[in-house]
């Protein structure tokens, strides 16, 4: 079956920085792109990044342009997310998603096929 597993997230303090990894398997993704959401406790789960497999169409949130990057590795069939400077509002578990890249709504939640059980990024000032 297709999985999508994180990892990396911890507990940093504030202007810390982080790399979340998301490996997936189970087919392939050639034509899929990779999201990263994050849901803090109470709040609707919200996109983050995304990137396609082939490392085109990134696209970064409001909230984290000019302090993250999205990258892929295709051949090691994984995506990343390094977060810069980070703040405690960043605290949340964050998720990797896969949808068919062709899919409009790069941001929708409800466009994603695939979802990785997540990672917990705490960040205490």
């Known amino acids: 079956q297709v999985q999508l597993v994180e990892s990396g997230g911890g507990l940093v303090q504030a202007g810390d920085s982080l790399t979340l990894s998301c490996t997936a398997s189970g087919r392939s993704f050639n034509n899929y792109a990779i999201g990263w959401f994050r849901q803090a406790p109470g709040k609707e789960r919200e996109f983050v990044a995304a990137i396609n497999w082939s490392g085109g169409g990134i696209f970064y949130q409001k909230f984290v342009k000019g302090r993250s990057t999205i990258s892929v590795d295709n051949a090691k069939n994984t995506v990343w997310l390094q977060m810069n400077s980070l703040k405690p509002e960043d605290t949340a578990v964050y998720y990797c998603?896969?949808?068919?890249?062709?899919?409009?709504?790069?941001?929708?939640?409800?466009?994603?096929?695939?979802w990785g059980q997540g990672t917990q990024v705490t960040v205490s000032s």
């Open positions: 998603a896969a949808k068919p890249e062709r899919r409009i709504g790069v941001t929708s939640r409800g466009q994603y096929d695939y």
